[in-house]
């Protein structure tokens, strides 16, 4: 049973754009993430953020900000697009450091 | 820092027959561990997880994985396959407030 929602499933847009990915989960996990999976499979973690802190992985470029409204919830935002960012990005929520589960994840192409 | 080294790209095994993905990580601290299965187009699900305590720890769908501190390993196994159980399997450990570090990946294609 799906517990974590990501929209949209799938994005195309076009180099310099701005983008923006939803997530959310009813869990009542107190963190969250997002994660980048690129074309081999490759999983890598962008940010990890709950209420009190934001922790981000130096290697993200800077145009990638998360943004939260409330414990729930998570967006990603791209803020000029890259024909480099094409990847799958999955968001996930955990209570504290304990088990992580996954959203579906949504596909972005970037032309 | 954390590492998770999954030598195993690729593993085709018939469907019946059974199945070990192995896992080396690489941690400073005793780690916490992970295997996650990915479906075609989905996301990742959980299959199992080592805090402490038994070494062989069961997971869902008849999986199974034994860790071990003087090999650095956390090999994942299952006796008898499915062909549902052609997937790609992640190997994972837990980075502490940076989320987790996954493996590569073993991609698992099950023939009749």
């Known amino acids: 049973e799906t517990a974590v929602f990501q929209t949209p499933n799938y994005h195309v847009t076009q180099v310099g754009n701005e983008v923006s990915f939803n997530c959310k989960q009813t869990?009542?996990?107190?963190?969250m993430y997002w994660y980048k999976q690129d074309s081999k499979k490759l999983l890598k973690i962008m940010f990890s953020?709950?209420?009190?802190?934001?922790?981000v992985n130096e290697t993200v470029p800077r145009r990638f900000s998360p943004q939260s409204s409330d414990k729930a919830h998570l967006n990603l935002r791209i803020k000029s697009v890259e024909p480099e960012d094409s990847a799958v990005y999955l968001c996930a929520s955990s209570w504290g450091q304990d088990t992580q589960y996954f959203g579906p994840g949504t596909r972005l192409l970037v032309l | 820092a954390q590492s998770v080294t999954q030598p195993d790209a690729r593993v085709t095994v018939s469907e019946g027959a059974s199945l070990q993905l192995r896992c080396k990580y690489s941690s400073s601290v005793t780690p916490y561990l992970f295997w996650y299965v990915q479906y075609p187009r989905q996301g990742l699900q959980l299959l199992l997880k080592y805090y402490s305590g038994d070494p062989v720890v069961q997971g869902v769908n008849g999986f199974e994985a034994e860790f071990s501190k003087s090999n650095s390993s956390f090999h994942l196994r299952k006796a008898s396959v499915h062909w549902s159980d052609s997937a790609v399997y992640f190997c994972a450990v837990r980075n502490y407030a940076q989320g987790l570090t996954f493996g590569l990946g073993t991609r698992v294609s099950v023939f009749p």
């Open positions: 869990l009542g996990h107190d963190t």
């Open positions: 953020y709950n209420n009190k802190q934001l922790i």
